[in-house]
Structures are given as structure tokens and as C-alpha cells.
């Protein structure tokens, strides 16, 4: 079975840009998670969705980021514009709907650098 | 926010020794996971915890969830050279009807082995 996969691995964009981010959550998670860590700090939570729906977006920074998971599939998040200090790595998570905390996987990241 | 503090920030050990490191936090927390990140990877779940008190093994590794439900350690015992990688501890508040609440992560340990 594929696991969670991001796309694309690395983005080197200039501030200003736009950015989209693509998370294929495995194929018959609901839950899908974005985080992001900034380098050298915790991995941050930024929204969970359920399905197509969006659960709990308390952890957007700001309104230049927007996430979609229409038809409850995949989901993308747009930067824009990007600003430097939206450097760090963008993980994607998925699971299960009402399964437990050990069921959240994770993809590799996209390495996002803003210059 | 609830955040973690976990410690230490990194450590430099020779292969065999052991390792400890821990997660505290302000406030409690339900569930607690430790996960590693290798590069370019994103975090694979090592060892969750459920209850306060509890004690689990994972072939060389050991977590505890503390009493209080505030802090949980991990150790590794005997090190070897795939060790190498940065842990984090994680917790989770409550588990709502539609699926799993989103983890709070630590900022993370940085285990590199000294030849």
C-alpha cells in the first residue's frame, strides 16, 4: 500500500511567488493534516480535514494561505504571496477517521525556501 | 497554544552508550508519541502511549507517559548508527467524533553519533 506522498519534494521560490503544495493522503484516510516546521522548531499543526471539509484551521497563519481537499481526496496548499518567513517544511499527514493517535502518517515533506 | 518542551536540543553520544531524553509540557495531554525523522523522510511513529503511568518497550527503545499526564521520557538503549536522526515527542489532547485531534509536537532532538 503507497503511503502518504508530497508533492514536489523542494521549492525555491522568490518573495512575492506563489506556491502550491499537493499532499495524496493514503488511498481511504478522511483525516488529512498539514504541518509545517520552520527550522530549528517543533512541528507545527496548521489544518486537519475531514473528508473534503476543514475540521480545525486554528493553526493557519495568516489569510495568504489557503488549503483545498475538494472531493476529499488529495489537498493542496497555495502560499501567496510567499514571504520569507514561510521557509521551513510542509508536512501532509493522514489516517483513518475515529481511529487512534498512532494512526496519523506522515509524508516526506516539501522543503519550501522562500528568497 | 499548548506547546512542549522537549530537551535536550541535540546530543553527540559514541555508539553503545545509552540515551535519554524528555518532553515536559504546561498542560496535560491524553495520549503521548515519540517519532524519529531521518532526512529528507517525514516522522515514523516509534512508540505511543495512552495511560498515565504506562511503561512500553519497543525492542531497544522505552517510553513512560508520565503521572501527571505532563511529560513522558524516551530512552535508547545500547546505540547504534541508524539512531542518528532527530526524535520528537508529540502529544494529543482528545480524540473528537469525527477522528484524531491534531498532535502538538516537541522542537525535537538531534542524536548524531561520534565515531
Known amino acids: 500500500e503507497a503511503g502518504v506522498t508530497q508533492f514536489p519534494s523542494h521549492s525555491v521560490i522568490e518573495k512575492g511567488q506563489t506556491v502550491t503544495l499537493r499532499c495524496d493522503p493514503i488511498?481511504?484516510?478522511?483525516?488529512l493534516y498539514w504541518y509545517r516546521r520552520v527550522m530549528g522548531k517543533e512541528i507545527k499543526f496548521l489544518l486537519h480535514?475531514?473528508?473534503?471539509?476543514?475540521?480545525?484551521e486554528s493553526g493557519m497563519p495568516n489569510n495568504r494561505f489557503l488549503a483545498e481537499r475538494t472531493g476529499g481526496t488529495y489537498s493542496t496548499l497555495k502560499v501567496q504571496p510567499a514571504e520569507l518567513e514561510d521557509s521551513g517544511v510542509y508536512f501532509c499527514?493522514?489516517?483513518?477517521?475515529?481511529?487512534?493517535?498512532?494512526?496519523?502518517?506522515f509524508g516526506p515533506g516539501t522543503r519550501l525556501t522562500v528568497l | 497554544g499548548q506547546q512542549l518542551n522537549q530537551s535536550p536540543q541535540s546530543m553527540f553520544i559514541q555508539e553503545g552508550e545509552d540515551v535519554s531524553m524528555n518532553c515536559t509540557s504546561s498542560?496535560?495531554?491524553?495520549?503521548w508519541l515519540w517519532y524519529k525523522q531521518d532526512p529528507g523522510e517525514g516522522p515514523v511513529l516509534l512508540i505511543a502511549?495512552?495511560?498515565?503511568?504506562e511503561l512500553t518497550s519497543n525492542g531497544r527503545l522505552t517510553a513512560q507517559f508520565g503521572i501527571t499526564r505532563k511529560d513522558s521520557f524516551l530512552n535508547i538503549s545500547a546505540s547504534i548508527p541508524s539512531d542518528v536522526g532527530i526524535y520528537f515527542c508529540?502529544?494529543?489532547?482528545?480524540?473528537?467524533?469525527?477522528?484524531?485531534?491534531?498532535?502538538?509536537f516537541g522542537t525535537g532532538t538531534r542524536l548524531t553519533i561520534i565515531p
Open positions: 499527514a493522514s489516517s483513518p477517521l475515529q481511529s487512534g493517535a498512532d494512526t496519523q502518517y
Open positions: 488511498s481511504g484516510h478522511d483525516n
Open positions: 480535514f475531514v473528508k473534503e471539509s476543514k475540521q480545525d
Open positions: 498542560s496535560i495531554f491524553n495520549t
Open positions: 502511549l495512552y495511560k498515565a503511568g
Open positions: 508529540a502529544g494529543q489532547l482528545e480524540w473528537t467524533n469525527f477522528g484524531n485531534e491534531k498532535l502538538t
